[in-house]
Every structure is written in C-alpha cells, then in structure tokens.
C-alpha cells in the first residue's frame, strides 16, 4: 500500500504539473501573436474638407509619420500647435509641387533630424533601440527554457505539493 | 554563501533601473539636437521688420560672425530673456539679428519700443517660413553663425547668463580668433 501511495503521488504529482505547462505555453503562444500581429488599422481621421481629398489624404499619410516638436507626444497630423499646421501646409505645398513622399521626409529630418520621425532609420546610434525588445524577449525566453529544463530534471520530492490532499499523500498518510 | 546572497541580485537589477531613471530625469526631451549645426544656414530673403521696403539676404552677412534670436511679441519667454539680450547687445561683442516670427509688424514694433531693442536688425518672418528652415519649434531660439554662414551653436528656449559666459563668448572670441 505504502508503495502504491508513493507510485500514485509521482504520477499525480506529474499529472498535476501538466496544466502549468499548458499555460505557460499558452502564455507564451499568446506572446508570439502580439509580438507577430500586424499594427492595428490607424483610425480613420475626419474627412478633410479640402478642395484635393486625394492629395489631403497623402499628407495625412505623410505627416502622421512625423512628430511634433511643440507637442512631442503627438503627430504633425493629429497637433494643433501653430508649427504642425505651418508644416502641414508645407507638406500639402511640396505635393502639390510633385514632390515625393521620401523628399518631404528629407526635407524634415534636414531641418528637425531624424527625431521628427516616429520610425527612425536603422543607423549605428538607433541600433540598441531597435534591436533592445527582441534582445529583451530573447533573453527572457532563454532564461524561461533554463528554469524550466532544470525543474525537469529535479526529482518530484524537491516540489512542494500542490494542495493539502497531496500533502497528506507525499506524508503517506492513510486517505481513505 | 551563494544561495542567501540572491536577494541582491532583484536589489541590484533595481539600482540600475533607478539610475537609469535618474539619468532620464536630468535629460530635457525637448531639447532636440539640431542637424543644422555645422551646416551652411538657411537662405532667406526677409524684409527688414523697420521697413518693410529693404531686403535683407542671409548672404549679406557672410563675413562677419553674427547671433539670429528668433522672437515674437506672443512669445512669453522672449520676454523673460528679452533684458539679458539687452545688456548683452550693450557689449557690442556681435551684430545681433532678430527673427520676428510669426508676429505682425505693428506688435513686433512696439514690443521692441517698449522693452529695448537689442537687434542691429529684425527680420520680419510673418508666415514662419524662414523658421521652419532654421528647424525653429520653441521660441525664441537663438543661433551663432560663422564667416562661412555655417550654423555653429543653437540654444533652443532662452539664453541665460551661464550659456552667454560659458558657450556664447568663448566660441565668438573662438570665430572672430
């Protein structure tokens, strides 16, 4: 009997631990989509009220990549400060002269550097802010997969039980 | 000795954190380094903000070491730097141009009756156009330019008297060595 107890509390004790794999791996996939997903559609700005909505459209476009520098928290699309209705009229100027979406972002970063962009080029001084969340999440996997692959090498009497039931079962208290 | 030291390690991962943050306190985000430093000026050809028949051109001023303080007479902190310009334009260390940006000429005018006028020049930039090429987003912004016309110092929000002892007058002295 005592045996059979023994037997039936490394199985439990095995059985027991399997949904806390599940959710870690869980967890973990639920990770991967939010990391994978694709950026969620940008909210649709109210109709302009211009006389060209096609070219209205494209400075929108333009300007919600760039930064406000009055209002550091918000695009040159979405501020009202002075400054972003002064740029948003330049960015509909330089359309209307034909110029292209990259040379109106030159045109910019010449003037306010590479900070009036939300997406900063990928250069040797922006390197560790782009490449820190995957570095970060890398090392947190790893980190997750050593705790993980030691547990499973340890034997099942280093675990606590996991209720009071199976603390009476790893005493090898009679249940009946 | 190994196992009940590892409590230090959360308190050590959060004394960096916490100096981490603390660097972060001491930085101003809206202090943007300028690309134009370095760089040639911006053209411009602006109307002189006294008369408003006589053009002034950036290169008309190549060959001499010269400050543009962009300003407006909405602009509150313009006049809290505004006395310190005034006894510094006294030392005659440097012709002193003003930007006035985005303002109109009657209000600019008599901002400047009534708290000095430490310009040799203003320039009337009434759409903001002229700043908007000097990168200007805070006023009032204030900028030394070499011989050359190549920008050599920004001071973005107002100048004090430690940046005019400490960056202003060494690097003119420097330009005009």
């Given amino acids: ?176 | 000795m190994k196992k009940h030291l590892r409590f230090l390690i959360p308190l050590a991962l959060l004394l960096v954190l916490v100096l981490f943050l603390g660097a972060g306190l001491q930085l101003d985000p809206r202090e943007v380094p300028s690309p134009l430093i370095g760089k040639a000026a911006p053209g411009f050809a602006l109307t002189r903000l006294d008369q408003p028949g006589t053009t002034v051109r950036r290169d008309d001023l190549l060959g001499k070491v010269w400050m543009l303080n962009v300003w407006a007479s909405w602009c509150v902190a313009c006049r809290e730097e505004h006395p310190l310009l005034v006894a510094f334009s006294r030392d005659k260390l440097l012709p002193i141009y003003g930007l006035n940006y985005k303002d109109q000429r009657a209000d600019g005018m008599q901002w400047l009756s009534r708290f000095g006028n430490p310009y040799d020049v203003s320039l009337f930039d009434s759409d903001g156009r002229v700043g908007i090429d000097f990168g200007v987003y805070g006023v009032p912004e204030t900028f030394i330019i070499d011989k050359q016309g190549v920008v050599r110092f920004k001071q973005i929000g107002p100048v004090t008297p430690e940046v005019i002892r400490d960056k202003i007058e060494p690097l003119v002295r420097q330009l005009n060595g």
């Fill in chain 1, 1 to 176: 009997m005592a045996n059979g107890t023994a037997l039936h509390c490394a199985r439990s004790g095995f059985v027991l631990r399997q949904p806390v794999r599940w959710l870690l791996a869980g967890v973990l996939a639920l990770v991967f989509a939010l990391l994978l997903a694709p950026a969620p559609a940008r909210a649709l700005e109210a109709a302009p009220a211009a006389d060209n909505p096609e070219l209205e459209a494209r400075m929108v476009d333009i300007t919600s990549e760039l930064r406000c520098l009055v209002c550091q928290n918000q695009t040159i699309a979405d501020s009202h400060a002075d400054l972003a209705a002064d740029l948003r009229r330049q960015v509909r100027e330089m359309l209307e002269a034909g110029k292209s979406r990259q040379e109106i972002i030159d045109y910019m970063t010449a003037r306010y550097g590479d900070f009036v962009l939300y997406r900063p080029p990928f250069k040797a001084t922006t390197a560790l802010l782009w490449l820190a969340p995957a570095l970060m999440a890398l090392g947190g996997m790893l980190a997750l997969v050593l705790v993980l692959r030691r547990r499973s090498r340890m034997a099942d009497d280093q675990f606590d039980p996991d209720d009071a039931e199976e603390a009476d079962l790893a005493a090898d208290k009679p249940t009946y």
